[in-house]
Nanobody, 114 residues
Framework: QVQLVESGGGLVQPGGSLRLSCAASGSIFSTLAMGWYRQAPGKQRELVARLTSLGITVYADSVKGRFTISRDNAKNTVYLQMNSLKAEDTAVYYC????????WGQGTQVTVSS
């Protein structure tokens, strides 16, 4: 069983930055593949970024060059640094962990608006 708790969401102006954090507990964090997904109103949940236990990263085309996923295995935490934010980045962002099962956090709202 893995528990995930996200933090760091909020309201930011276009062009601004935010850093999301996801603290994991209940499993050996370093063995988990971690990811961030988002869901905007009326849309399906979509992958934003993924980071495997071996350090391989995958990004959605819409965030490449603006977002960076990273992890600190000593703190059992995965981060999503979001720069040059756009209105279309507005969504609830969810942390995701994969072992033999898939786990989700409760989500954190990110709103990009002037």
């Amino acid at each position: 069983q893995v528990q995930l708790v996200e933090s760091g969401g909020g309201l930011v102006q276009p062009g601004g930055s935010l850093r999301l954090s996801c603290a994991a507990s209940g499993s050996i964090f370093s063995t988990l593949a971690m990811g961030w997904y988002r869901q905007a109103p009326g849309k399906q949940r979509e992958l934003v970024a993924r980071l495997t236990s071996l350090g391989i990263t995958v990004y959605a085309d819409s965030v490449k060059g603006r977002f960076t996923i990273s992890r600190d295995n000593a703190k059992n935490t995965v981060y999503l640094q979001m720069n040059s934010l756009k209105a279309e980045d507005t969504a609830v962002y969810y942390c995701n962990a994969r072992s033999d099962l898939i786990y989700w956090g409760q989500g954190t709202q990110v709103t990009v608006s002037s």
